[in-house]
């Protein structure tokens, strides 16, 4: 891609590759690397311009739908996100892990032409933002639907409830010693480097694909002795292979590392939790479309992730994804465990 260095350049120049494309599409997704270097900007001074630690907006603190406490960096990423997607005609509505509900973008309130925008937003605006007040890496996860209902009408949970395979496009931005933008369109993995005394993401890691070794495994082992059956065997024969253990608290900062070692994340469901920790639509669906796009697979246990239709908002999933010889070998010790329990 001769000259397309700077992430606005390359989507418009890929967006060649695509008939019919309007410009639509390449829109949002510039929209979005603004919408990060507006968060990047106070994540990186998270410590000087007071914007650490939990959000109190009445002298308490505050949760999130999903129950857990917010910090000051979540509400705005989540607001950052909200406003900038807001101002884009392509977006008909946002699913986002801060807000309870839809929040539709009607465009005609605003005199911006009729109705709603052709796509929809599913985002985690900022993922493993309890490393925020220990200066570890946190990111933010979207993925890109095209609506399946009438752009007259407001966006509705059919136009978000899909399986991944269907998405457009998705990504994410990992806010880490650099900060780097990682998307797919369904032609390949591309990463963009953020260079902060420009103000843009340059094109550093074309054509992202996982190595075919795999040299890391990433889980919360704490969790090790109540994992679904088969996950502490598959687990103890990493060890045996030589496979090191990193996990840093934030999915986008593993997923990230094991894209480009090599390595498997797992986050499995547990006797008490058998649906895991994490979120289908913001976390889970996006990074399965990229692994695969990156010659890796993902699974919710047994079941390939791409091809899981969500069936709520905030639905939670096991997940494993990275590379596709350490997805396969999970299963075999699942599939085995699961064997030898009736037998
Ligand atoms: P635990 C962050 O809250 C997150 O959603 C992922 O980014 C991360 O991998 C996981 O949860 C950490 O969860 O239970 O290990 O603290």
Redesign the pocket.
């Known amino acids: 891609m001769i000259g397309a260095n700077t992430l606005q350049e390359f989507v418009v120049a890929r967006q060649a590759e695509f008939a019919g494309a309007t410009g639509d599409l390449s829109r949002l997704l510039t929209d979005i690397g603004t919408a990060a270097k507006m968060v990047n900007r106070h994540v990186n001074r998270a410590g000087l311009s007071g914007i650490l630690g939990a959000h109190t907006p009445d002298g308490n603190g505050s949760t999130n739908v999903q129950g ?1 406490a917010q910090q000051k960096l979540d509400v705005y990423a989540d607001d950052t996100f909200h406003r900038v997607l807001q101002s884009c005609l392509k977006v008909g509505g946002i699913v986002s892990e801060e807000q309870p509900g839809i929040m539709h973008v009607d465009h005609s309130e605003r005199g911006q032409g009729k109705g709603y925008g052709k796509y929809v937003v599913c985002i ?1 605006p900022l ?5 925020i007040d220990v200066n570890i890496s ?2 933010t996860i979207f993925g890109i639907h095209r609506r399946r209902t009438p752009l007259t009408e407001p966006t509705s949970m059919e136009d978000f409830l899909q399986p991944a395979k269907d998405l457009v496009a998705a990504g994410y931005v990992l806010y880490g010693s650099s900060t780097m933008l990682v998307y797919s369109t369904g032609c390949g993995v591309h990463g963009f480097t953020y260079d902060p005394s420009i103000g843009e993401f340059f094109l550093s890691h074309p054509d992202m694909k996982f190595p075919k070794q795999a040299k890391v495994y ?3 082992e ?2 090790l002795d109540e994992a679904v059956a088969g996950v502490k065997p598959f687990i103890k024969e990493c060890r045996k292979r030589g496979l090191t253990a990193r ?8 997923f990230h590392r094991n894209l480009i070692n090599g390595g498997i ?1 797992l ?1 499995p469901g547990t006797d008490e939790k058998p649906g895991g ?3 289908m639509l913001y ?1 889970a669906q996006p990074l399965a479309f990229l692994a695969h796009q990156a010659g890796g697979s993902t699974r919710c246990h047994l079941h390939d992730l791409l091809y899981r239709t969500p069936t709520s908002l905030h639905e939670r999933t096991p997940l494993f994804t990275g590379n596709t010889s350490e997805i396969n070998r999970l299963v075999h010790s699942m599939e085995t465990a699961v064997e030898n329990i009736t037998s």
């Open positions: 857990e985690d993922d493993g933002s309890s490393n946190v990111g990433s889980m919360n704490s969790y996990y840093t608290g934030a999915l986008v900062a593993d994340y986050y920790k994490l979120r976390e």
